[in-house]
């Protein structure tokens, strides 16, 4: 089983930046890719960015390539999400989600408030 907790969620003007982090519980955290999604409100959980277990590979939504930047320390357990360029419409909670034997498993999020 994996425990996955994320932080580093908060209120930030448009055009700021904020890091949010994954943590795992995993000792075999590194052999997994995990991915970050995210859910604004009444709307539908949507990919975000995910990468491989040895962090040499990723993918972005559309929406945010360029502007986000999905890391790694499998030293520490963790993945990072690095937002900068934000804008109101990033305004959502987010999630990361790690696959393991046909299973997925969420954290509970972390809250990412974009003011205009």
């Known amino acids: 089983q994996v425990q996955l907790v994320e932080s580093g969620g908060g209120l930030v003007q448009a055009g700021g930046s904020l890091r949010v982090s994954c943590e795992a519980s995993?000792?075999?955290?590194?052999?997994?890719?995990v991915g970050w999604f995210r859910q604004a409100p009444g709307k539908e959980r949507e990919f975000v960015a995910a990468?491989?277990?040895?962090?040499?590979?990723?993918n972005y939504a559309n929406s945010v390539k360029g502007r986000f930047t999905i890391s790694r320390d499998n030293a520490k357990n963790t993945v990072y999400l690095q937002m900068a360029s934000l804008k109101p419409e990033d305004t959502a909670v987010y999630y990361c989600?790690?696959?393991?034997?046909?299973?997925?498993?969420w954290g509970k999020g972390t809250l990412v408030t974009v003011s205009p």
């Open positions: 989600r790690v696959s393991s034997g046909g299973l997925d498993y």
């Open positions: 995993a000792r075999t955290f590194s052999s997994y890719a």
């Open positions: 990468i491989n277990w040895s962090g040499s590979s990723t």
